[in-house]
Nanobody
Framework: QVQLVESGGGLVQPGGSLSLSCAAS????????MGWYRQAPGKQRELVAT???????NYADSVKGRFTISRDNAKNTVYLQMNSLKPEDTAVYVC???????????????WGQGTQVTVSS
């Protein structure tokens, strides 16, 4: 099995910063894309940012220039640095990864449990 565990959420004032991390563990041969999604109350889950194993990144327009996604392939960990946070960034942030559990095997998609980020004064 594969587990994704997020950490780093919390309460921050508007304009502040937070850093999230997500560590993948378990039966892992390799990880392709990793990413962050978020879901606010009453809204659908939406893409925040993704990063490939080679480091190519993709961001939602709403977070471009404020959020930075990165990863440490040796640690199977993905990070999200969030700056200039706004109240509308309030949501549960969930980690996602495409994991190959053995060589020449298929990639499976996994989700973490999520971590709450609240931006409020």
């Amino acid at each position: 099995q594969v587990q994704l565990v997020e950490s780093g959420g919390g309460l921050v004032q508007p304009g502040g910063s937070l850093s999230l991390s997500c560590a993948a563990s378990g039966s892992i041969f390799s990880i392709n894309a990793m990413g962050w999604y978020r879901q606010a109350p009453g809204k659908q889950r939406e893409l925040v940012a993704t990063i490939t194993s080679g480091g190519s990144t993709n961001y939602a327009d709403s977070v471009k220039g404020r959020f930075t996604i990165s990863r440490d392939n040796a640690k199977n960990t993905v990070y999200l640095q969030m700056n200039s946070l706004k109240p509308e960034d309030t949501a549960v942030y969930v980690c996602n990864a495409d994991v190959r559990r053995r060589s020449y095997g298929p990639y499976y998609n996994y989700w973490g449990q999520g971590t709450q980020v609240t931006v409020s004064s």
